[in-house]
């Protein structure tokens, strides 16, 4: 009897070695084990202990070029200089007239990026900020732009991207689509028949040529003009403004009131964008007016 006695003592004392400590001792041993933990985070924190868990992000950091948009060649979109050209005024009032247009179409179009942009002739409402007409957000904005119908009207369905005043400098124009009047017909629709040369270029050197007339566009564009350059074989050109069939009269003759002042801007069609082109003819010398030519 004592024997079994004895074994079952053992038997109890050996469950409690297995069970572990009392209820009393845990606590201590848990507090030991918070204490250790402790230290260790403090030995982590003052980077005495390599370890392979991540640090916190940078979330300041790495917003930068994911929140701001960038441009393909890299620079941030806070540098864009092109927007969507939507109407032009001139004029004493030019900038009064464009403020409160810029505050009706913003209203039309919902967007707060509506605003006032100065040109050498006056004052052009424009909406959007790009680093390039290439931009896919440029072209997805030009062509709703385009597209936008009020009523049964489309107000801005000649509405262009241009550079800002003194942007740009560092695209090359003849990498442009939107500037080779060989595009206008794709980007304006069928209806779109003609544009009016304002000069034409010719250098020793065809690049040359082929770079001014490029730069003379993209300026116009600036200024707030629908402007376009063309590369033929010998001369390069430069036009502005899309024309169409129902723009002339049977004999011929201007009838868009925009088509008429456009050619009273450019009454001549200039030789390299500054010598007036003289023609003879029986005798009679005369200026080379700008001209209508069709669109390639």
């Not at 004895?6 to 030991?32: I, Q, Y």
């Not at 270029?201 to 063309?230: H, I, M, N, V």
């Not at 500054?274 to 080379?288: A, H, L, T």
Request: proline share 8%.
């Amino acid at each position: 009897m004592m024997n079994n006695r004895t074994r079952d003592e053992r038997k109890v004392l050996a469950m409690h070695r297995f069970r572990g400590p009392s209820p009393l001792n845990r606590c201590s041993f848990f507090d030991w084990v918070i204490a250790v933990a402790l230290v260790l985070a403090l030995v982590h924190g003052s980077g005495g202990c390599a370890t392979d868990e991540p640090r916190q992000r940078d979330w300041g950091a790495e917003s930068k070029g994911v929140l701001t948009p960038r441009a393909p060649g890299g620079d941030p979109a806070g540098e864009a200089v092109w927007s969507i050209v939507l109407e032009g005024y001139s004029g004493a009032d030019a900038g009064p007239r464009a403020a409160a247009r810029a505050s009706e179409v913003a209203g039309w179009l919902g967007r707060s990026d509506v605003s006032v942009r100065e040109t050498p002739r006056g004052s052009a409402v424009v909406v959007g900020a790009y680093p390039s007409p290439r931009d896919p957000r440029a072209q997805e904005d030009l062509r709703r732009t385009r597209t936008w119908r009020r009523g049964n009207e489309s107000p801005f369905a000649t509405a262009f991207l241009a550079p800002a005043p003194g942007g740009g400098g560092a695209t090359d124009p003849g990498a442009i689509p939107e500037l080779n009047l060989a595009t206008a017909r794709q980007a304006f629709g069928p209806a779109a028949g003609y544009s009016l040369q304002v000069a034409v270029y010719e250098s020793a050197k065809r690049e040359d040529a082929k770079r001014a007339a490029e730069a003379a566009a993209a300026q116009l564009r600036r200024d707030g003009e629908l402007a376009f350059y063309f590369h033929g074989a010998a001369r390069s050109s430069v036009t502005v403004g899309i024309f169409g069939d129902r723009d002339f009269d049977a004999s011929l003759q201007p009838r868009n009131p925009a088509m008429i002042a456009l050619q009273q801007r450019y009454p001549l069609n200039l030789l390299n964008g500054q010598f007036p082109i003289v023609e003879r003819s029986d005798g009679v010398e005369r200026q080379q007016p700008s001209t209508l030519v069709r669109l390639p």
